[in-house]
C-alpha cells in the first residue's frame, strides 16, 4: 500500500499518517511528491490520495497533478477532508484517478475541522468527529488490506452523487469563493514586513511551493507567487502571525493547528 497525501493546515496529512499506522506503516509520500512519489507507485498495487476539500471542491490544480500519476492498474482509495461537507471533491478526484488509469474501489469523507477562520467548526462538532475518525479508518484500512478486484463500474461516483448535485456542489463553491473575496478581500495576499522574521516557516507550509524568500532592506521576507491556493496552510503556519488574505487574519488564540495522528 501506499498513501499519498496533499495538505495544507495539517489535517490530511495527519488522516493520511494515521492510516498508516494501520497498515504496517504504509509509506506516505506528498502527492506533489516528484521522482521519489513515481518511483513509489512503480511497485505500489493500491494507493490511498489524501486530500482536502477547499470551497466544496478539489484544490485548484490538484486534479490536474493527480491526472498526471500513473495510476495503471492499481487500486485507489480516496479519503477527503473538510471542515463539513466534502461537496465534489471526491467526484473530482475519482474522475482525475480514473483518467490517470486508477480503479477506485473505496471513497471515505473525513470531517475534522473548518481552518478558514471564518468559518468556524464549533468544538463539540469537532470533537465528535475527531473521536469518529478511528473507526472509519480501520474500516477503509481493512477493506485496503483484503480488497483484491475492483468491482465498481466507473460510473460509480455519478451514481451516488448524481451529476446535478455534483453540479450544484461545483457552482455552490465557486459562489463562496466569490463571496469570501468580496466580504473579506481573500485574494488579496499581504506579508507584513514590520512582523516577517524570515524565519520560512509559511514555505514549509505551503504544499505547493508559492512562497519564497526575498530580501527587502537587506532582510529576508516571505513573498507570494501566483500560484496560491487558498488552504491557509501559510496563515496558520506563520508563528508572527504576519500573513494576511485581505482582512482574514490569526492570532495565537485563532491559529488552527492540525490534531496528532490516532
Not at 68 to 92: H, M, N, P, W, Y
Not at 201 to 208: D, E, G, N, S, T
Not at 209 to 232: E, K, Y
Amino acid at each position: 500500500c501506499l498513501i499519498l497525501q496533499f495538505s495544507g493546515s495539517g489535517n490530511s496529512r495527519m488522516v493520511a499518517q494515521s492510516l498508516a499506522r494501520r497498515l504496517d506503516n504504509a509509506p506516505v509520500l506528498p502527492l506533489l511528491g516528484g521522482n521519489d512519489t513515481s518511483d513509489a507507485l512503480k511497485t505500489a498495487t493500491r494507493v490511498c490520495l489524501v486530500f482536502p476539500v477547499h470551497f466544496m471542491q478539489l484544490p485548484r490544480s490538484l486534479s490536474a497533478h493527480i491526472k498526471a500519476l500513473d495510476l495503471r492498474e492499481k487500486l485507489v482509495f480516496l479519503i477527503a477532508t473538510s471542515g463539513g461537507e466534502a461537496g465534489d471533491a471526491i467526484g473530482q478526484a475519482a474522475d482525475a484517478a480514473s483518467a490517470a488509469g486508477g480503479r477506485i474501489v473505496a471513497t471515505l469523507h473525513a470531517p475534522l475541522a473548518d481552518n478558514s477562520v471564518v468559518l468556524k467548526t464549533p468544538a463539540p462538532q469537532r470533537e465528535a468527529w475527531f473521536a469518529a475518525l478511528p473507526g472509519l479508518l480501520d474500516n477503509l484500512a481493512t477493506h485496503m488490506r483484503e480488497a483484491v478486484t475492483d468491482d465498481s463500474p466507473d460510473t460509480a461516483i455519478d451514481a451516488a452523487i448524481g451529476k446535478r448535485r455534483r453540479l450544484w456542489w461545483r457552482l455552490s463553491g465557486d459562489l463562496l469563493r466569490v463571496g469570501m473575496n468580496l466580504a473579506y478581500g481573500m485574494g488579496r495576499k499581504r506579508v507584513a514586513a514590520d512582523t516577517c522574521n524570515g524565519c520560512g516557516a509559511c514555505l514549509r507550509a505551503c504544499p505547493v511551493g508559492n512562497l519564497t524568500m526575498v530580501q527587502v532592506d537587506g532582510h529576508p521576507r516571505a513573498s507570494f507567487g501566483p500560484a496560491c491556493l487558498d488552504c491557509f496552510g501559510c496563515l496558520h503556519g506563520c508563528p508572527q502571525s504576519a500573513i494576511s488574505f485581505g482582512r482574514i487574519r490569526v492570532s495565537p488564540e485563532t491559529r488552527y493547528r492540525a490534531p496528532t495522528p490516532v
